[in-house]
């Protein structure tokens, strides 16, 4: 229902860009793509019979306010977890269109372990990433964060889970003469079509 051996995904990537800068971009991108689609192809939506998508205020929450909500609206305890299940996934959205007639939940504040060397900690809690999920009716559509954007803290990342810096010299190399604060995502473009047209396998 996710994966297929191929994918077409749509990548992002800005610099002097910061967090909240990136949540609102990875927002305006999914949102205008998709109404963009819902105006241009509007015979293919309405030959599926697919309900009105809910393009409400985007609620954000963390990983464990997420965990949380679930634990609170479906009984449901994965809030040690360090991702989302797929379930939790489909439970997520359907408060998100119940609470704030929103289609999308962007999730934020993933494990820091859980995430590639590249991925900022979060100065204020390290532990935790600073990183993003965007999920669309149940399941999610897009990933990224703000990248580290220090040499000497790529470095770091990549000894701390055990690889060698000499493997990544020709990623590591702009870093040293100076990056600014950058950032990205990237859509992966069957998962939307997929839900939109509510197809019940991304093999459709």
């Known amino acids: 229902t996710r994966h297929l051996a191929e994918t077409t995904q749509m990548d992002c990537e800005f610099g002097f860009v910061e967090f909240e800068q990136l949540l609102d971009l990875l927002e305006e991108v ?11 192809c509007k015979d293919s939506i309405k030959e599926f019979g697919v309900e009105k998508i809910a393009f409400g205020k985007i609620p954000r929450l963390t990983l464990r306010e997420a965990q949380e909500t679930i634990y609170q609206e479906f009984g449901r305890d994965n809030r040690k977890e360090k991702d989302l299940t797929p379930q939790d996934e ?7 269109r119940q609470k704030h007639q929103s289609d999308f939940v962007t999730i934020t504040h993933f494990p820091t372990k859980a995430k590639p060397f590249y991925t900022m900690p979060d100065p204020k809690d390290p532990e935790y990433s600073l990183s993003y999920d965007l999920l669309f009716r149940g399941v999610e559509i897009l990933s990224g964060s703000q990248r580290v954007n220090d ?24 870093f040293k003469y100076g990056m600014p604060l950058e950032g990205g995502f990237s859509f992966g473009l069957e998962r ?7 197809l019940s396998n991304i093999r459709e």
């Open 192 to 198: 939307i079509t997929m839900h939109i047209l509510g």
């Open 151 to 174: 040499y000497e803290k790529l470095v770091e990342a990549i000894k701390d889970r055990g690889m060698d810096p000499k493997d990544f010299e020709m990623y590591l190399q702009s």
């Open 30 to 40: 999914a949102v205008s793509m998709i109404k963009y689609t819902e105006e241009t």
């Open 90 to 96: 489909v439970d997520i959205c359907k408060w998100a």
